[in-house]
């Protein structure tokens, strides 16, 4: 079983609807992010959380929230989608003392109609 | 300033040859430079990273160099196999360990194929 859980794997929606994406860790870790991919510009991050009660925004979070449901479980939302959201979405996870991600899932392809 | 800046955005080597792959930077800040590697369908894999204060760092056929006063550093794979095509990430950052997470920029990605 993968250490760092992503569902779906891929998802069609319609602009305007409320998507959540959903990730889960096996890995203990206390470090959860977001990022997202798109073709020629890299991953870039969206929001991070360091423990249950730690939220931050990352570079690009505008449009997106998060939720950290526990120490395993990290979601992220797009309340209402926009055809520039559809990417590559990524979650990872970090240990405690490294703050910079170690463990991707394996993504959730995310088109906006 | 922010910015990291890979070359080439593709490359192919042929079974056995060396795949170079560059990364340059603009912030003298950043003191972490970790490269990824992502097969298709997958999520990237961490897979070597330096400091600055190294020029050079090797794992097995991965080796990075770094020059500090150019601002460059780049990934070698030495005898390069078919299953080492992918997608291949820089990045950079500052302070990789702390209580902030300090934002990694990643480059744009460089599509490897190695050929039998």
């Known amino acids: 079983d993968a250490d760092v859980t992503q569902t779906p794997r891929n998802r069609i929606t319609k602009t305007g609807k409320r998507i959540m994406l959903e990730c889960s860790q096996t890995?203990?870790?206390?470090?959860m992010y977001w990022y997202r991919q798109d073709p020629g510009l890299g991953l870039r991050l969206i929001y991070y959380?360091?423990?249950?009660?730690?939220?931050n925004k990352g570079e690009i979070s505008d449009g997106y929230s998060v939720s950290r449901q526990a120490q395993a479980k990290f979601s992220l939302s797009l309340e209402s989608a926009i055809p520039n959201q559809t990417a590559l979405y990524f979650c990872a996870t970090s240990d405690w003392w490294n703050n910079q991600p170690q463990h991707f899932g394996d993504g959730t392809r995310l088109s906006i109609l | 300033q922010q910015q990291v800046k890979q070359s080439p955005q593709s490359l192919i080597v042929q079974k056995g040859g060396i795949s170079i792959i560059n990364c340059a930077y603009e912030?003298?800040?950043?003191?972490?430079f970790p490269w990824y590697q992502q097969f298709p369908g997958k999520g990237p894999a961490l897979l070597i990273a330096i400091r600055p204060d190294v020029s050079e760092k090797k794992e097995g056929r991965f080796t990075i160099s770094f020059n500090k006063s150019a601002k460059q550093f780049s990934l070698h794979i030495m005898d390069s196999q078919p299953g080492d095509s992918a997608t291949y990430f820089c990045a950079a950052s500052m302070r990789r360990y702390g209580g902030a997470t300090n934002k990694l920029i990643f480059g744009t990605g460089t599509l490897l194929a190695v050929q039998p």
């Open positions: 959380s360091f423990d249950v009660k730690d939220i």
């Open positions: 890995k203990g870790h206390d470090r």
């Open positions: 912030n003298t800040a950043f003191d972490y």
